[in-house]
């Protein structure tokens, strides 16, 4: 059986009830061209995904709209039956168009179909961890979340989600959704140069409460700096490397999901990780977003 492992950089945390790696993998990357349809690589697709099981990586993001449904698609091929301690976080809130956009979907109904579709498609009874999506492509939107999060914690009273959580959320809507049912994690945009959420972090972890950073290494536009490449050759690595090893080194309650369709890259990923950083390393990084 695969079980956590403490040995994998940052080692693990618990959401609610459930002890997942620090290190997770984000599938997104595995449905084709612009997220949408299948893979260039199928076989190298679910290659990835046994390669993240047998690493010992415990914790998978994914969503029913990458592809759409084709990243479910491949998990449940490569991994079903899944292991025991492999958790899979999904996100709901959002759908596809023919143009590649993600118009939102969040409607009660929308959720309650969204839900049980990725039930159906990733093979499961119930779904460990569902975040809403909120805003749109541009960034968190403000606004009341109370309609949709009451939705999907009806869908918990019933059973078909064990934990909630939300994504692209600004800090008031995170509160405000505390109000209505726990959360055990926020998934939002963060990396060394964009630093907005550095408060709600902070916040979150004296909670116990995880924060997933979605483009940890920059998203479509690769971390640039010339303080992250100073560090990076003086450790004789790659900034992308330095880029990951500093968010575990950010805040104990941040939770890693690099995505990739090569297991050299998810193996690289991993190393990098778990670079050590100096003080002089962290204060250098430190002043990129400033």
């Keep these: 059986m695969n079980t956590p492992s403490p040995s994998l950089p940052g080692g693990t945390w618990t959401l609610g009830d459930l002890v997942v790696t620090r290190f997770g993998y984000g599938a997104m990357q595995l449905a084709g061209p612009g997220v949408m349809g299948p893979p260039v690589d199928r076989d190298g697709a679910l290659a990835v995904l046994r390669e993240v099981v047998d690493l010992g990586i415990t914790h998978i993001d994914t969503a029913d709209a990458y592809g759409p449904r084709v990243t479910n698609q491949l998990i449940r091929e490569a991994l079903h039956p899944y292991p025991e301690s492999l958790h899979i976080v999904t996100k709901v809130g959002a759908t596809r168009d023919s143009q590649g956009g993600w118009p939102p979907a969040r409607r009660p109904e929308d959720l309650r179909r969204a839900v049980h579709e990725n039930l ?149 990923n991993l190393l990098g990780a778990g670079l050590p950083l100096s003080g002089k390393d962290i204060d250098e990084l430190e002043k990129i977003s400033h």
């Design 120 to 268: 159906a498609t990733l093979g499961l009874e119930v779904l460990d961890v569902v975040n809403l999506r909120l805003g749109n492509a541009a960034g968190p939107q403000s606004g009341s979340l109370a309609e949709p999060f009451e939705a999907l914690a009806e869908l918990q009273r019933r059973g078909l989600i064990r934990h909630l959580g939300v994504s692209n959320a600004t800090a008031e809507q995170v509160a405000e959704a505390q109000t209505i049912a726990p959360i055990v994690c926020v998934q939002n945009m963060y990396n060394l140069a964009y630093r907005r959420d550095d408060e709600l972090i902070d916040t979150l972890a004296a909670q116990g409460i995880a924060y997933v950073p979605f483009f940890p290494l920059g998203g479509f536009s690769p971390l640039q700096s010339a303080a992250l490449s100073a560090v990076a050759a003086r450790l004789n690595t790659t900034p992308m490397s330095v880029a990951l090893a500093w968010l575990l080194h950010r805040s104990p309650n941040i939770l890693l999901i690099p995505g990739t369709s090569s297991t050299t890259h998810l193996r690289e």
